[in-house]
């Protein structure tokens, strides 16, 4: 069985159209925060709790909504949800990409960076536009990569990032491995003013590539390949770890 999981929220098309083309080749059940969680990162719920309903669909049991976010949906699903682990949890498709150091916020990358500290095999899966909403590329794909993953299984941690240029199938030139490139976000912000005269502000920043680089996410889907990039949630910088311990510290 697969869990399927986002962040875009239980209803969002880009996760219903995953449920759609996997169900006829696998059992898919969905696990996914009731509304919208975009960009909430690794974030998990401890002091309220979590609230899940039931969604069924003629009759039948298509998965769970919860009052929660991505990590939570994968948490709860492993440990109360179901009898079993599943083979595997996909996190998408994704409204948008989740490129570059901006994967550091998504919650659809963190669900699935959450099922790789479980121990699950796991993939996220963005489509790189806010506005597209033809998922049918990301979906063959996906059909494509994750009997490939159960097969071969993925590096203790590891999880993957793909994300799929918003192009005709007929247009996506390949798939390429990649490794996580440069980008940020400049941020900017509506400041506005309600009826009350109370000031309050609205995020309006856009993303900015400062790498360009090959081998890049980045670069490849803004080329359109399809990028697949291994990644992982241990955070230590190697080579600084070994320049601070010649440092004097003790105090």
Not at 99 to 124: F, K, N, R, W
Not at 175 to 195: A, H, L, Y
Request: aromatic share 8%.
């Amino acid at each position: 069985m697969i869990l399927l999981t986002n962040d875009d929220g239980f209803y969002a098309p880009g996760i219903q159209a995953l449920r759609t083309g996997l169900a006829p080749l696998t059992e898919v059940l969905l696990v996914a925060p009731e509304s919208e969680q975009s960009a909430v990162g690794h974030a998990i719920t401890l002091s309220n709790p979590l609230k899940v309903r039931k969604v069924e669909e003629e009759g039948q049991l298509i998965g769970y909504a919860v009052n929660g976010t991505p990590a939570d949906c994968v948490k709860i699903a492993v440990t109360e949800l179901l009898d079993t682990p599943p083979e595997m949890v996909i996190s998408g498709i994704n409204q948008g990409g989740n490129l570059g150091t901006c994967a550091i916020y998504s919650g659809t990358v963190s669900a699935a960076t959450e099922a790789a500290i479980m121990g699950l095999p796991a993939i996220a899966v963005s489509l790189n536009s806010w506005e597209s909403q033809d998922f049918s590329a990301a979906v063959e794909f996906v059909k494509v990569l994750y009997p490939m993953v159960i097969a071969k299984g993925l590096p203790q941690g590891v999880s993957l990032n793909v994300n799929v240029p918003a192009v005709p199938r007929d247009r996506i030139k390949g798939v390429v491995v990649t490794r996580q490139g440069k980008s940020r976000v400049i941020e900017t912000f509506d400041k506005r003013v309600n009826p009350r005269n109370e000031t309050y502000y609205w995020l309006a920043g856009e993303m900015k590539f400062d790498e360009v680089e090959k081998g890049t996410d980045c670069e490849m889907v803004e080329e359109g390949y399809i990028s697949v990039t291994p990644i992982h949630f241990d955070l230590t910088h190697f080579q600084a770890l070994e320049t601070l311990k010649e440092w004097n510290l003790d105090f």
